[in-house]
């Protein structure tokens, strides 16, 4: 799809506002965490402003990154030449270079990266230590506020984080890769696709397209501009082109994806190079992701833990290694029909309430109920009853999409008709996953399912969706 020539509006905070402290929350905590996870929310990035003395050292190691990359030779010898094998995750360290996207990385992953370089005639960049344990301690500030949004309880994540400090022969998940793209003198591949903006400009990247980190929080800081995020919209965003020099961008990853069940999706990420190769250095980044460690696994019991419904691809927890080494195909990510996006404003008593996005035309609908006791109670009797069913009979439930099932409701040889019939799904209800379902499709199945239930439910109309009120009758009778 096209870029768009405009930079977002993305939520800025600053990192000193992301600290917490004890005792009730600050009103600038509540503000800094309310913009970062609307951030989130619309373009699945922010930006987070460093203190003065810490951009001083950020641009400092830049400095050095540019000069470092410079030295290099233009032809890299075979033992350097790396992609991306998901196998070697947590144990890279030191130089490499991919010549299919044109860019060359030093990892520094503490634990495994000496310190001190056994070649003096190739120095590495400088001041790494310092810039791992700046970006790492603000990378878990982020985390913490994005589980404050969630109502999760305080550091839910450590359990799969690196100790701090590392403990003796410990090595670190998390790493900072320095990386330079597109440098003149660097022979790589070079092989790139071009992208027309709206203004007819043309946008050169290179041919892989997009990436996704598979990190929890990922922290970018680079020299250039060149850093575009794709919106929900399938827009693509220049999210680097205002920033100031004490700013840098931050965005979540695919950990973060699975660990919250989804409720905050990953950002879907490209590198621009065709303004690069007028200058001698490229463009230069210090990104640190922070990781989970290989050993533990995702699980989603916090999110449980804290009301949150949790779908069946995220029921089971996932070894961290497996989920690393496992593909995972973008379009499943960002074409949910059901996508849970999340802003979080401040309640009139300072409170933060995660509280579903709603549509531009709610204004007409009824108020939801003033208990959400009915609400809670369709989750329970869809998860229990649906699965006591199917475990019974013997039934392994094949779960479709919404817009599948709403297709295939009438139809006879629909992929799910079968199973429907054996479990006994009521007619008119779409047969996917109970956290999946729709308002109107919960008000149809306690119907079918929960004697008695229509007496109680006389404010059907607040319970439905923005934009579904008009469509009530048709599906649920």
């Known amino acids: 799809m096209a870029g768009d020539d405009s930079l977002p509006s993305l939520g800025r905070v600053k990192l000193t506002d992301l600290i917490p402290s004890e005792g009730l929350p600050s009103d600038s905590y509540k503000l800094s965490v309310s913009t970062l996870s609307q951030s989130f929310a619309q373009y699945s990035a922010a930006v987070i402003q460093f203190p003065a003395a810490d951009a001083a050292l950020l641009r400092s190691s830049l400095d050095s990154a540019r000069l470092y990359f410079q030295q290099r030779e233009a032809y890299p010898s075979a033992d350097m030449i790396h992609t991306n094998d998901s196998r070697e995750w947590c144990k890279t360290s030191g130089y490499y270079a991919d010549p299919q996207l044109w860019q060359e990385t030093y990892d520094y992953r503490p634990g495994l990266t000496p310190i001190e370089p056994s070649n003096a005639m190739e120095l590495p960049p400088g001041g790494l230590p310092d810039i791992f344990g700046l970006l790492g301690k603000a990378a878990r500030g982020i985390l913490d506020a994005m589980s404050y949004c969630l109502n999760l309880r305080s550091s839910p994540f450590t359990e799969i984080l690196d100790n701090v400090p590392l403990r003796s022969r410990e090595v670190s998940s998390s790493v900072l890769s320095v990386c330079c793209h597109a440098r003149p003198s660097f022979h790589g591949a070079q092989h790139h696709n071009l992208t027309t903006q709206d203004d007819g400009q043309l946008m050169m990247f290179h041919d892989h397209g997009h990436q996704v980190d598979k990190s929890l929080i990922s922290v970018v800081k680079s020299d250039k501009a060149g850093l575009h995020v794709r919106d929900f919209h399938g827009r693509w965003f220049l999210v680097d082109g205002d920033l100031g020099p004490q700013e840098a961008v931050v965005y979540p990853g695919l950990a973060l994806y699975q660990a919250t069940a989804g409720y905050v999706n990953p950002a879907l990420h490209r590198t621009e190079i065709n303004n690069i190769p007028g200058n001698m250095y490229g463009r230069c980044s210090l990104v640190f992701k922070l990781m989970p460690k290989s050993m533990t696994c995702l699980s989603c019991s916090e999110m449980r833990a804290a009301g949150h419904g949790v779908e069946a691809q995220f029921q089971i927890p996932v070894p961290v290694d497996d989920f690393m080494q496992r593909s995972h195909p973008t379009d499943q990510l960002f074409n949910r029909n059901t996508f849970q996006s999340f802003s979080f404003p401040t309640a009139q008593d300072g409170s933060m309430k995660p509280l579903m996005r709603r549509r531009k035309n709610n204004t007409r609908c009824k108020p939801l109920p003033p208990s959400k006791r009915l609400r809670l109670e369709a989750q329970r009797v869809l998860k229990e009853r649906v699965q006591d069913i199917a475990d019974k009979k013997g039934i392994k439930l094949r779960f479709c999409n919404l817009k ?74």
């Not at 992929?415 to 996953?433: D, K, L, S, T, Y």
Request: some cysteine; glycine content about 6%.
């Open 404 to 477: 599948e099932c709403e297709n295939h409701i009438h139809a006879l040889d629909s992929p799910c008709a079968n199973i429907r019939m054996e479990i006994g799904w009521p007619q008119g209800v779409p047969f996917v996953h109970p956290h999946d379902l729709p308002n109107k499709a919960k008000i149809g199945f306690l119907e079918a399912y929960e004697p008695g239930w229509t007496a109680t439910h006389d404010m059907d109309l607040s319970l439905t969706e923005p934009g579904q009120a008009s469509q009530q009758s048709a599906n649920c009778n």
